[in-house]
């Protein structure tokens, strides 16, 4: 697949993506739908991590950093929306 094809595929994830955090969103404010949203937000951290920022080639400690920067963000806001 060429790099321009690639792209476009993660452009249009990350907008599906997007539309889809919107619609939980308007769905209702339950607990369940929270960490939906908030796996919906690792998720495109992925994208973007691995897609726009091209660091699935990169050496796996920084690839590493960057994920699990994502899944600790997710982890803080969902504990202090439960507060």
């Known amino acids: 697949m060429s790099a321009s094809r690639f792209l476009l595929v993660c452009w249009a994830a990350l907008t599906t993506l ?14 369940l739908l929270s960490v939906a949203i908030l ?6 951290a992925w ?6 920022m091209e660091m699935r080639h990169a050496p ?12 600790v963000l997710a982890a803080v806001v969902g504990l202090t929306r439960t507060l």
């Not at 796996?39 to 495109?44: D, N, T």
């Open 18 to 31: 997007s539309v889809c955090t919107v619609v939980l969103a308007q769905v209702g404010a339950t607990w």
């Open 39 to 44: 796996l919906v937000a690792v998720g495109k």
């Open 47 to 52: 994208l973007i991590t691995d897609g726009f």
């Open 60 to 71: 796996r400690g920084w690839r590493r950093l960057m994920l699990s920067w994502a899944v």
